[in-house]
């Protein structure tokens, strides 16, 4: 069984910095893919930001220049340091990790953190 474990979340004022971890624990060979999903009040889920094993990264529009996306393959975490925060930003953020590699046979093609909630305050 794999499992994600968000921290970091809480409440700060507009133009304030958070940084998110999310460490993956369980037994498995490795994580090809993790990022950050977040669900606002009445909104759907939206991709944040997502990266590779390899470093490769990617932002939604709304977050780029203000949030850095970063891994620690040896650790298996990722980290979301999110800068200059918005209101807009407010939401549970989920740690994600993407086909989940637990033996040569067996994938799991996504695993969910429990979430972790941001309130940014205007």
């Known amino acids: 069984q794999v499992q994600l474990v968000e921290s970091g979340g809480g409440l700060v004022q507009a133009g304030g910095s958070l940084r998110l971890s999310c460490a993956a624990s369980g037994n498995f060979l490795r994580i090809n893919a993790m990022g950050w999903y977040r669900q606002a009040p009445g909104k759907e889920r939206e991709l944040v930001a997502s990266i590779t094993s390899g470093g490769t990264t990617n932002y939604v529009d709304s977050v780029k220049g203000r949030f850095t996306i970063s891994r620690d393959n040896a650790k298996n975490t990722v980290y979301l340091q999110m800068n200059s925060l918005k209101p807009e930003d407010t939401a549970v953020y989920y740690c994600?990790?993407?086909?989940?590699?637990?033996?040569?046979?067996?994938?799991?093609?996504?695993?969910w953190g429990q979430g972790t909630l941001v309130t940014v305050s205007s």
């Open positions: 994600n990790a993407e086909n989940v590699v637990v033996t040569l046979l067996t994938r799991y093609p996504a695993v």
